[in-house]
């Protein structure tokens, strides 16, 4: 199963792609910063039209996380 994961470099997106890849899927997280993990990380802005539209062809789920943090009142 293809997950893509907006927004899933935070503490939810982890966990969420820890277990998915964990379990044999391909996961790709939509993140504003490039960072290394052990499933793929493509940059974005979710504004700016670009080559991170295609990890949705062929997804089969999108987990999408991105918008205002959890972690505030």
């Not at 493509?42 to 295609?54: F, L, R, Y």
Request: proline fraction near 3%; hydrophobic fraction near 50%; aromatic fraction near 6%.
């Amino acid at each position: 199963m293809r997950v893509v994961i907006p927004g899933g470099s935070g503490q939810v997106g982890m966990v969420l792609a820890r277990h998915f890849h964990a379990a044999g899927h391909e996961v790709i997280v939509l993140s504003r910063i490039l960072r290394t993990a052990p499933w793929k990380v493509i940059v974005w802005d979710g504004e700016t039209a670009g080559g991170w539209m295609d990890a949705f062809e062929g997804a089969d789920v999108v987990i999408n996380l991105a918008g205002k943090t959890v972690n505030c009142r």
